[in-house]
């Protein structure tokens, strides 16, 4: 049973420092560690439908459980700006997500508004979003025409009976694989597919989700199930590393590597040596890409967080509401990225790790995966 967890209003947050003569942003970022910032993900929503075993179990995400209030939440309009911002200090890659990103009403305004951005480089901004794709079949058509590049739709088994069981809201597969093929129709692709992989619950289902989309235009993935947030009591003997994965698809289905599509790819890729398509695997815990990250992420509220494994964000949000100029945010962010030298995963020991820490780490759902 998993401990009940403190409301996500009352996790440590940090003051974001405004520099005096702020930079002007310079289109290239480099942390601590000579990591550009390249990629933003916005959280839309603390909010789910789904009650996902792994990341809202149901006995913590409870009736009582105290999601933001809607005053909380960054507008549309302070999204864009700051993302704009972003964009001007090097962010090619913006994804949405949540919670449940399509749960935020009229969304594809937010993306016609981050659409229309201007990039330093004159290239067109990587424009994508993660769901679990309860909403897609609804949705897709209006966020391809809001200027939607494309979606990641998370799925962990076809067998109907054991998706249940991992979304624990008695949501069916086949209302998922409907989603996925609207977002194809409506060109929302390529689409991913994540499989987050619980060991002793949903690996039988590894070698029927390759066979299911081997071949089809959808590229599978499998995560690691990762420690992240306090509320899904992890636990290292339920990770299966995503080497076994590949050893159980390849026995059937002979897999060969492929180099990666850019440096700093999370997902190592395998193509099926008949030419049927390729899979991915995230191995975030076996195998850290801490080197390579180079993602940042803005909370529902407003929140910076420099690792998905963060105890504490540093409030954006407060700079935009007390009416701080754009030169003065470009420049709080510049300095919060400059002096960032995350890599959890690459320490994360058994000791670091899950509940054991003395400082709570934030939830997946309300910082974004
Ligand atoms: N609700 C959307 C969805 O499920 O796609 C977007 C938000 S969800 C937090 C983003 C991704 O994080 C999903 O692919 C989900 O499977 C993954 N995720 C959540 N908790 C996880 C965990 N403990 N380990 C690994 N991946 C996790
Ligand atoms: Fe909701 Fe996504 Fe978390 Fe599942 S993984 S509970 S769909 S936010
Ligand atoms: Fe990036 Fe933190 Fe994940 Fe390492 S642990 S890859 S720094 S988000």
């Known amino acids: 049973m998993a401990e009940k967890i403190v409301p996500i209003n009352d996790l440590r947050s940090q003051a974001l420092a405004v520099p005096g003569a702020p930079d002007a942003p310079s289109g290239l970022l480099l ?38 209030p809607h005053s909380a939440l960054l507008s549309f309009e302070e999204i864009a700006r700051v993302a704009r911002l972003f964009v001007a200090h090097g962010v090619e890659k913006l994804r949405l997500t949540g919670g449940e990103p399509l749960l935020r009403k ?13 990039t330093p480089s004159g290239r067109p901004l990587d424009l994508t979003l993660t769901t679990n794709g309860s909403l897609l079949a609804r949705k897709a058509r209006a966020l391809k025409d809001a200027g939607l590049d494309r979606v990641t739709v998370s799925l962990d088994a076809l067998d109907d009976a054991m998706f249940r069981r991992m979304n624990d809201v008695d949501f ?24 987050v992989v619980k060991g002793g619950t949903n690996d039988g289902e590894i070698l029927p989700m390759a066979r299911h989309f081997k071949g089809s235009p959808y590229i599978l993935r499998f995560i690691e199930y990762m420690d992240v ?13 995503s080497a076994e ?44 890409f801490c080197r390579d990250c180079t993602r940042l992420r803005l909370s529902t509220e407003g929140k910076l967080y420099t690792c998905l494994f963060a105890t504490r964000g ?17 420049g709080a962010i510049a300095q919060l990225w400059k002096v960032r030298a995350d890599r959890y995963s690459e320490l994360r020991t058994v000791d670091t790790s899950g509940l054991a820490t003395g400082a709570r780490k934030v939830e997946m759902s309300y910082i974004g995966g």
């Open 31 to 68: 942390d601590a560690l000579g990591r550009p910032l390249h990629d933003l993900r916005i959280s839309v929503t603390d909010r789910c439908n789904f009650r996902c075993v792994y990341c809202m179990p149901k006995e913590v995400f409870d009736k009582d459980y105290a999601y933001l």
């Open 106 to 118: 009229d969304l594809e305004r937010l993306v016609a508004m981050l659409r229309a951005i201007p």
């Open 172 to 195: 069916s597969v086949a209302d998922v694989l409907h989603g996925i093929d609207a977002a194809h129709d409506a060109g929302l692709g390529p689409i991913k597919i994540n499989m």
């Open 229 to 241: 947030g306090a509320s899904n009591g992890w636990n290292m003997a339920e990770v299966i590393p």
């Open 245 to 288: 994965v590949v050893r159980r698809i390849a026995a059937e289905l002979p897999l060969v590597p492929v180099d990666p599509n850019y440096s700093g790819e999370t997902a190592a890729r395998w193509r099926y040596l008949d030419g049927g398509g390729e899979i991915g695997v995230i191995s975030s815990v076996t195998q850290a």
């Open 314 to 330: 540093h409030d954006l949000r407060a700079l935009l509401r007390e009416g701080r100029s754009d030169p003065e945010i470009a």
